[in-house]
């Protein structure tokens, strides 16, 4: 079958497209790019190598994947961008590849949801199952762990981590690391809670639950 290219789209010639890849009109595929098998560019994206997409991703308009990193200690070196398979990157978002300085590559895992305008910075990890709403901004070298959910308008701050399964409130500030399983919110964000939604859709039984809010209510 093959892939398709609109005749808009400008490809380079070295950049790898799988089996059922679609490039949408006027998108830009870089030097340095492979992308895996049925992956979807929808029409102005553009993704710049070095930079990896696995199986069954979608970009939507105006994304802008791998670009290089927003760091003055930057200079110019082959970082890489990974992403996972089945992942959804929606409109404007922006993902930046590695930095020389603490991490080479920056890191997106599989069954991830990035909704509008969200901004991953350099040498970020997300791990599977992360879900980032619109207008979020991860400052460079944050670990999202597996099952994470950032509402919308958050700013984390550089190093941070937000642990399993964890959720974020809207238009929080976050500035030191997020517990998992809890629910933080606020300008700077708090812990109010175990993330009981979140866990009950990922099949914990009320037990589970129970034992853990048992653990929060000891700690907090």
């Known amino acids: 079958m093959g892939c398709t290219i609109h005749p808009t789209a400008v490809v380079h010639q070295d ?15 870089g030097k340095g790019v492979r992308i895996g098998e049925h992956t979807h560019l929808h029409n102005h994206v553009t993704v710049q190598g070095p930079c990896a997409i696995g199986r069954e991703c ?9 670009a290089e990193p927003q760091d003055l200690k930057f200079q110019g070196r082959d970082t890489c961008l990974i992403i996972g398979d089945r992942t959804r990157i929606r409109e404007h978002a922006t993902i930046h590849r590695g930095t020389e300085v ?10 991830c949801l990035i909704m509008v ?8 990890i997300l791990e599977d199952g992360v879900v980032i709403a619109n207008n979020s901004m991860l400052g460079g070298h944050c670990l999202v762990e597996a099952g994470a959910n950032i509402a919308g308008g958050v700013g984390v701050h550089h190093f941070s981590t937000i642990s399993k399964l964890s959720f974020v409130g809207g238009m929080s500030r976050i500035v030191k690391d997020v517990p998992p399983y809890v629910v933080v919110e606020g300008s700077p964000a708090e812990a109010r809670r175990i993330n009981s939604t979140g866990l009950m859709r990922r099949g914990w039984t009320p037990d589970e639950i129970e034992a853990l809010r048992c653990a929060y209510r000891m700690i907090y």
Do not use: K, M, Q, W
């Not at 979608?58 to 791998?66: D, E, F, S």
């Not at 920056?106 to 069954?111: K, Q, Y």
């Open 102 to 111: 603490g991490g080479s590559c920056t890191r997106i895992g599989s069954d």
């Open 117 to 124: 305008a969200v901004h991953i910075a350099h040498a970020c």
């Open 15 to 29: 950049a790898e497209l799988a089996e059922g890849v679609n490039v949408g009109p006027y998108c830009v595929v």
């Open 58 to 66: 979608t970009a939507h308009p105006y994304a802008v994947i791998g």
